[in-house]
């Protein structure tokens, strides 16, 4: 098992920045891969931004060129770093982490919210 701990998320006018943070325990060693999901109300939850074991990385079109995300594995920490935020990036985000099994692990999410 993995715990999942985010912290970060907030109230922030439109064209702000945020950056979300995500610490690991247990067995994350174990980790392959780890990414942040969102998911806003009466919507899917979706993905946002993905990173592998091997420093690879994947966006969501609606994300890229705004959103990084980074993994500082001494401090078994990932971060989202959310620059140009729209209204339209409001929802709950979740820190995902998946073992070298397949099994998924989630955080319990962080609200963002971005005003008009």
């Known amino acids: 098992q993995v715990q999942l701990v985010e912290s970060g998320g907030g109230l922030v006018q439109a064209g702000g920045s945020l950056r979300l943070s995500c610490v690991s325990s247990?067995?994350?060693?174990?980790?392959?891969?780890m990414g942040w999901y969102r998911q806003a109300p009466g919507k899917q939850r979706e993905l946002v931004a993905v990173t592998n074991s091997g420093g690879g990385t994947n966006y969501a079109d609606s994300v890229k060129g705004r959103f990084t995300i980074s993994r500082d594995s001494a401090k078994n920490t990932l971060f989202l770093q959310m620059n140009r935020l729209k209204p339209e990036d409001t929802a709950v985000y979740y820190c995902n982490a998946r073992t070298v099994y397949d099994d998924d692990n989630w955080g319990q999410g962080t609200q963002v919210t971005v005003s008009s």
């Open positions: 247990g067995r994350f060693f174990t980790i392959n891969r």
